[in-house]
Every structure is written in structure tokens, then in C-alpha cells.
């Protein structure tokens, strides 16, 4: 056991620091302040320009394929180097990235690959997601957006259909769209993959009003819409491996959030107990983020296990899931407790106040961790049948094609 | 960064486990019980002869001078088979207690005799009820005065490390001036004594403030316990619920069974990762500890917890019989739970070391 980097992976880091050291600073966004999201979108772009143009773009991406090859360690250290500043990142940038380029640089064509790929790192081309759709979330083959081949022998798909929750789908220049195109088959065999303009006509985007009162998120309206069969990526009958390509680089990326029981400990000191003392002499409010605090650090101790795994070429599989099956619950009940130790005042604080309209909205946004990326269930689901060995659920629509489902 | 037990700590492992597996199967545990055995002697004679005993116990004292992972790797595999041993008590504790405190005489009085397991030794330091450890036992002209309960192990061992307020004393216990008296111990394969201290000879050790460092050295050893009997919890749950047939489908087919074990394997996982830790800072790190230390106890307290009490619940019925084999871990976990201090001790201790550090 050794937290020391290799002579290699110092030399790397070194590198690396050397590089943020020059280019990040001018990069940096104000802290605590929120951008307008074309404003954001700007400066996500920018810092990838920056990124590639320094050749750290696509670090983990083969080099044949205009990445820089590197091994996952290598990738861990040029983020922990990057997370020293504060950078415009995020899912307007990593969808592309992390999302779209594996699947096309697995299932496209080298024509798609030429295309896509370069323009991708260079933060001149990003994407959003289109997968999930009214009746179709954890059950994602159940979709039925549809698209039939143009009867004009152009060989066009023609496509209708909705998907929801498209993070940044209103700014982004293309989408990866997973569709029906034949219902004659049981469900997971009648997909096929597509990338899509989004400048295409008969697509419409309009923002979900959220429980936030935030609308980061989009639902995405395709009516008729004509996608030349030069952008389906893979097969006909292909879209589900593509879908899976995808899902895995969804999540290998994820990652934590700050410590929040640190937080609740700092605000507990702050908040009179009626006794004379404060909540952090509270016995109980005691245990509660003790608890949470064993936990994380047991996640974060965890996560660098897996790390050394994927370092030395092994694939964690589904024991990564394990990281956010236990990280989204304990940041929602922590985050219900720092609401609780506030008492009322949780509901309506004063103007002035900045800190607890932050825990409201972080309370309600830790909702959207225990479903987004993979739901509880689901990942319960996978650890005990990928981890554990357990048989998979019954399944009424197995073997059933997908028109003849209810 | 290397976040793994090294190849030889894993081979280390793996020998213990191979003989344990081997020389302890549950029958042998129920015939311990049913025999009213003090300890699994035979098998303690064999681990020392090769060496488990002594192997974090430096070279010159005639142990292996390896570090507190490579015990902690043989701690999971007792506790993968719930052993019946005074490990804990005499290798873990004890003979961690004089490496740290005693002066150059008492280490190479005692350590030798500890390493080749030719003598056992206890660690007296609770005294009743409460989370508090030993406070009332006093130290005076050379003998100790006053009443420890319980204390592990006390029946096959003849030496005894005494908590004495903040320091420890060594105090042999075949002499007049100590009673020890049998107590019913809800683990049965760990026995528990009282030990009453009349004026029995002992003398104190050198070494001062050492009682916090070597909890939490001891309690990292104690989450690697928890883990290994948490994943027999779990491989024995997980073996049940797939041969049982229920409805007409296997037991292990049922969702409310596999979202129960997937959160036991997500436990025992995390309270896994902060154990590796816990062992790395025991050696190379005594800022980190405090606070490793903590974060290890209470997520293997957790881990098991849940482990032991959902293995059970799993197998409905039988698991509630003796034949079965639930009960050892059941029993077990409930003993990890509170030695060394419970949970609200290591909770406090978590909280203090992680506000000192922010």
C-alpha cells in the first residue's frame, strides 16, 4: 500500500501542474457566482479549446484516434491537478467527450470517426443525450420514439418521438439519439443508434420547470424529423450495444461531491442548542455525521481501490456502482439533517442569508442523485447479479415482441 | 498511488485462510461450546509454530517484525471463521501494549513468550457497565487494588496488561491477590472473566499517553475482524439464498433479497476501504490515525452489524437453530460491537479528530 506516486506518475504530475499553472488561472470562474447558461456554455467551450489545443483533451482516448493514450491513473491525476482550480466543466463538455466519443469510436464508421472525433476534443462540436423518454427510464428499452426509412430512397430515417431529460440540449450543437426502428422484435433488438443536429428541422427543445425552480434540464420534441442514414452509428438492430457503450462511460465518470458531513459538522458549531452550547456538543447530531463522515471516507478509500484496480488493468464493473448506490442516500439524509438542525428556520431564512437557501436547494437537488445515472434499484439490481452472482428479475416482455407489449 | 494489500500480504492472507478454513469448520465450533472449551488450543499451538502469533512483533523479541497489515490480514481471516482464540487479547492488545509501553526488560521478558505463544496474555481495562473504560482499578506500592469485568480471555492467560488510569500495568495472574471467576459469556466462543485484584504483585510501564494510540492500532485490527466475518456473513447468506426454493423459484431471484445483500456487499466494501486505510496509517502515519482509526470502527461495526443480522434474517427459521450457522457471527458481532468502546466512544473520537483537522 503505497499513496506516494510512482517516479512516472510523478514526472506526470509534474507535468501537468506545470501546464495548469500557465493556462488555467485565466480560465478560473468567479466562485459562489452563477453564469447565465450561454455564458457558461462559452466558457465550458473555451476551456476545452484551451485543453486540446495543450494536447490534454481525450486523455484516456487512443492516440489513433486523436487522443493522448494515457492510462486511467494518468487521467485521475490530470483531474485531481485540474480540480485545484476552479474550471468551467461539466456535462456541456463531458457528454461529448465521455459520452458520444466512446460509442463512436466503437460502433462508427471511420468516415464518423474522421468527423466527429477531432472536432469533439476541440470543444468546436458538443453534445447532449438523447435517451430517456416518458415511459422509458431505468426500463430504457421499453422507448418508442420511432424511425421508419424514408420511402423516397434517399435512405433517410425519418423520426418522431420525445425524449426527456436532455441536460443542456438547448445550447449544444449535436445529440446521440437511441430510437425504434423495428417493432416487429422483442425490444432490445428492434433499437438503432443515431447521431443528430440538433439544427435539424422538427427538433424542438423546451425547458422542464424542475421542483428547484431551476430548468437545467430539457425535454426534446422530434417531429418528422429526417436524419440521413450516413449518421446512424453501428447496425439497424444495433442501438442497445451502442446504448451500453454509453451508459458505461456515464459511469466510470461519476464522481463525488464535497463532503457534506464536514460541512453539517462546521454549521453545527453555529447553532445554538437552547443549552448554552452549540449542536456540535449534541449527542446525536454527533453520531448521525459521524457516521456520514466514516462513510465517506470509506467512499473516497473505496474509489482509490478501484482506481489501483483499473491502473493495474482490471475492470471494477459493477462494484463502481457501489460508490453512488452509497454516496446519493447518505448526501440526501445529511442534507435533510442539516436541515433539521436548523429547525424552522430551515423553511424561511431572512434575507442575507446565503447559506440556507444553498442547503434547500442542495436538499432538493439530492433527489435527482438517487435516480439520475443509474437509479438505486437499478444498481442494487446490477450489484447483486453482476457482483453477487444472483439470477436476474422475472421479466414479462423477455422473448415478446416489442408491438405486442402492453 | 497503490490502494491494495501487496502480493505477499495477500499470500499471507491466504495461508491463514487455507488452514483456517481447514482446521475450523462450524461442527469443531459447536463441539467447542458443547465441550465448554476455554480456546481451541491445538490450533493455537500450529498458528504459532508458524509464526502468526509473533508476526507483528519485532525481530529482536523473537516475533517476525512484519507490520500491522500483515496482522491485520490474519485478524480477517479469524474472524472469517470466528475463531476461538485469545488472539485479539494477547497478540493484538497485550503484546502491542508492551512493544509500546514497556521498558527494554519487560519487552524482552514477555514478548518472546507472547510471540511463540507459550504464554497468553489478557487485556483488563473494562470495569462494568458504560462506554467508559477502566477508571476505579488503582496502582499502589506495586500492586494493583480493585475489580476488572469483564475481561477476555483471562481463563487461559497468565499475565494480564491492566488499564491503571491512563497507564498500563503488567500483572502476572497465577499468584495470591488475583481471583478470577468465570463469567457467562454471550459469545461462547470468546470466554469472559472477572478478575479481582487483592494486592497482586505488578508493575507499571514505562510508557505514558500510549492508552489512545493503542486502541486505535487495536481497533483498526478489530474492523479487519469484522470485515472477514462480515463477508462469511454475506458468502453464507449468499450460498443459502440461491440452493433455497421458494414459490417455485429460487430464494435469491427475489428482489427484496438481492437489494438486502447488494447493500451488505456495499457495507462491507466501504468498511473494507477504510480498514486498508486504518492498517496503512497504523504504521505510516500517526497524524492520520486517530481518525482512520474511527472511520474503521465504525464502518465495520456497521458492515457487520448488518452482515450478521441479515445472513440470519435470510435464512428464516433454521437460522435460528444451533445446527445452523448463524449464530457464531450473531453473537460475535455484537461483542465487536462494544469491545474497545461503542459506537458513540469512536463516533466522539471521529468528530474530535476530524474537527482538529479542518
Redesign the interface.
Known amino acids: 500500500?503505497?499513496?506516494?506516486?510512482t517516479p512516472q506518475?510523478a514526472a506526470f504530475r509534474a507535468e501537468a501542474r506545470a501546464w495548469l499553472s500557465a493556462h488555467a488561472p485565466a480560465h478560473e470562474l468567479p466562485r459562489g457566482a452563477t453564469l447565465p447558461d450561454a455564458e457558461e456554455a462559452d466558457r465550458c467551450r473555451a476551456w476545452q479549446r484551451e485543453l486540446n489545443a495543450g494536447g490534454w483533451a481525450g486523455l484516456t482516448f487512443p492516440k489513433a484516434l486523436g487522443g493522448r493514450g494515457l492510462t486511467g491513473?494518468e487521467a485521475v491525476i490530470f483531474a485531481e491537478e485540474e480540480a485545484r482550480y476552479h474550471l468551467p466543466k461539466g456535462p456541456f463538455i463531458s457528454i461529448g467527450t465521455n459520452m458520444a466519443l466512446p460509442v463512436i469510436a466503437k460502433h462508427g464508421t471511420d468516415e464518423q470517426r474522421a468527423r466527429f472525433i477531432a472536432p469533439t476534443l476541440a470543444g468546436d462540436l458538443t453534445w447532449c443525450q438523447l435517451f430517456s423518454e416518458p415511459s422509458a427510464g431505468s426500463d430504457l428499452g421499453a422507448l418508442r420514439t420511432k424511425a421508419v426509412q424514408a420511402e423516397d430512397g434517399s435512405g433517410d430515417w425519418i423520426v418522431n418521438g420525445q425524449k426527456v431529460w436532455s441536460s443542456w440540449a438547448h445550447l449544444t450543437d449535436w445529440g446521440i439519439l437511441v430510437v425504434r426502428t423495428d417493432p416487429s422484435v422483442p425490444k432490445h433488438k428492434g433499437l438503432s443508434f443515431f447521431v443528430l443536429d440538433m439544427k435539424t428541422p422538427g427538433v424542438e427543445t423546451r425547458p422542464i420547470r424542475q421542483i428547484s425552480g431551476m430548468s437545467e434540464f430539457n425535454e426534446t420534441f422530434l417531429t418528422d424529423v429526417r436524419i440521413p442514414d450516413a449518421n446512424r452509428i453501428g447496425a439497424v438492430g444495433e442501438g442497445w450495444a451502442c446504448s451500453m457503450t454509453v451508459l458505461m462511460g456515464e459511469r466510470l465518470g461519476a464522481s463525488g461531491h464535497g463532503s457534506v458531513s464536514?460541512r453539517l459538522?462546521?454549521a453545527a458549531a453555529t447553532i445554538p442548542d437552547g443549552q448554552g452550547g452549540t449542536l456540535?456538543d449534541d449527542?446525536a447530531i454527533?453520531?448521525q455525521?459521524?457516521?456520514a463522515?466514516?462513510?465517506e471516507?470509506?467512499?473516497a478509500?473505496?474509489q482509490?481501490?478501484l482506481?489501483?484496480?483499473v491502473?493495474?488493468g482490471e475492470n471494477p464493473g459493477a462494484?463502481a456502482s457501489?460508490v453512488k448506490?452509497?454516496s446519493a442516500s447518505r448526501n440526501q439524509q445529511m442534507l435533510g439533517l442539516g436541515m433539521e438542525m436548523l429547525g424552522l428556520n430551515a423553511i424561511a431564512a431572512l434575507p442575507g442569508d446565503a447559506a440556507t437557501p444553498d442547503l434547500q436547494y442542495d436538499y432538493i437537488y439530492s433527489t435527482v442523485m438517487r435516480i439520475a445515472g443509474g437509479a438505486d434499484?437499478v444498481?442494487?439490481?446490477q450489484?447483486?447479479?453482476r457482483?453477487?452472482?444472483?439470477?436476474?428479475?422475472?421479466r414479462m416482455d423477455k422473448d415478446v415482441p416489442f408491438e405486442a407489449l402492453r | 498511488?497503490?490502494?491494495?494489500?501487496?502480493d505477499e500480504q495477500k499470500m499471507l492472507g491466504e495461508q491463514a485462510r487455507g488452514l483456517l478454513a481447514e482446521r475450523t469448520p462450524f461442527d469443531h465450533l459447536r463441539g467447542l461450546i458443547d465441550g465448554g472449551a476455554e480456546w481451541d488450543e491445538p490450533l493455537w499451538r500450529e498458528l504459532a509454530s508458524m509464526g502468526f502469533l509473533g508476526a507483528a512483533i519485532p525481530e529482536e523479541f523473537g516475533g517476525l517484525g512484519m507490520g500491522a497489515?500483515e496482522l491485520a490480514v490474519i485478524q480477517q481471516e479469524l474472524g472469517r471463521v470466528n475463531a476461538c482464540l485469545p488472539f485479539f487479547s494477547s497478540i493484538v492488545l497485550a503484546a502491542d501494549a508492551i512493544r509500546l509501553a514497556g521498558s527494554d526488560a519487560q519487552k524482552a521478558q514477555w514478548l518472546p513468550k507472547l510471540a511463540s505463544g507459550e504464554l497468553v496474555a489478557c487485556f483488563a481495562s473494562a470495569e462494568g457497565a458504560g462506554p467508559v473504560m477502566g477508571q476505579g482499578v488503582r496502582f499502589e506500592n506495586g500492586t494493583i487494588l480493585g475489580t476488572k469485568h469483564p475481561v477476555s480471555d483471562a481463563g487461559v492467560a497468565s499475565l494480564a496488561v491492566v488499564q491503571v488510569g491512563d497507564r498500563l500495568a503488567l500483572g502476572p495472574l497465577d499468584q495470591a491477590g488475583v481471583t478470577r471467576t468465570k463469567l457467562a459469556s454471550f459469545d461462547q466462543l470468546r470466554p469472559h472473566y472477572r478478575l479481582d485484584f487483592d494486592g497482586a504483585t505488578a508493575e507499571l510501564m514505562p510508557g505514558l499517553g500510549i492508552i489512545p494510540m493503542l486502541l486505535d492500532r487495536a481497533a483498526v485490527q478489530a474492523a479487519f475482524e469484522a470485515v472477514g466475518a462480515s463477508e462469511a456473513c454475506?458468502a453464507m447468506g449468499?450460498a443459502y439464498?440461491?440452493e433455497r426454493q421458494m414459490f417455485g423459484?429460487?430464494l435469491?431471484?427475489y428482489?427484496a433479497?438481492?437489494?438486502k445483500?447488494?447493500?451488505v456487499?456495499?457495507s462491507i466494501?466501504?468498511?473494507?476501504?477504510?480498514a486498508?486505510?486504518g492498517?496503512?496509517a497504523a504504521d505510516a502515519s500517526a497524524d492520520e490515525l486517530p481518525?482512520?482509526a474511527?472511520?474503521?470502527r465504525?464502518?465495520a461495526i456497521?458492515a457487520f452489524e448488518m452482515a450478521a443480522r441479515e445472513n440470519l434474517q435470510v435464512h428464516g427459521g433454521i437460522g435460528y437453530t444451533f445446527e445452523a450457522n448463524c449464530h457464531f457471527y450473531y453473537r460475535r458481532e455484537r461483542l465487536l460491537a462494544v469491545h474497545l468502546g461503542n459506537?458513540?466512544v469512536?463516533?466522539?473520537r471521529?468528530?474530535e479528530a476530524?474537527?482538529k483537522a479542518?
Open positions: 500500500m503505497d499513496f506516494n506516486d506518475e491513473i464536514t459538522l462546521k456540535a449527542r454527533r453520531q455525521i459521524a457516521e463522515l466514516a462513510d471516507r470509506g467512499q478509500h473505496f482509490a481501490r482506481r489501483t484496480m491502473s493495474k462494484l457501489m448506490l452509497a434499484e444498481l442494487r439490481n450489484i447483486a447479479e457482483v453477487l452472482g444472483m439470477p436476474g428479475d422475472m | 498511488m497503490d490502494f491494495d494489500l501487496s497489515l454475506l449468499l439464498v440461491k423459484r429460487p435469491s431471484s428482489q433479497i438481492k437489494h445483500l447488494a447493500d456487499a456495499t466494501e466501504i468498511a473494507k476501504s477504510n486498508y486505510f492498517g496503512w481518525a482512520a474511527a472511520a474503521a465504525l464502518s456497521k459506537r458513540g469512536w463516533a466522539d471521529l468528530i476530524t474537527a479542518a
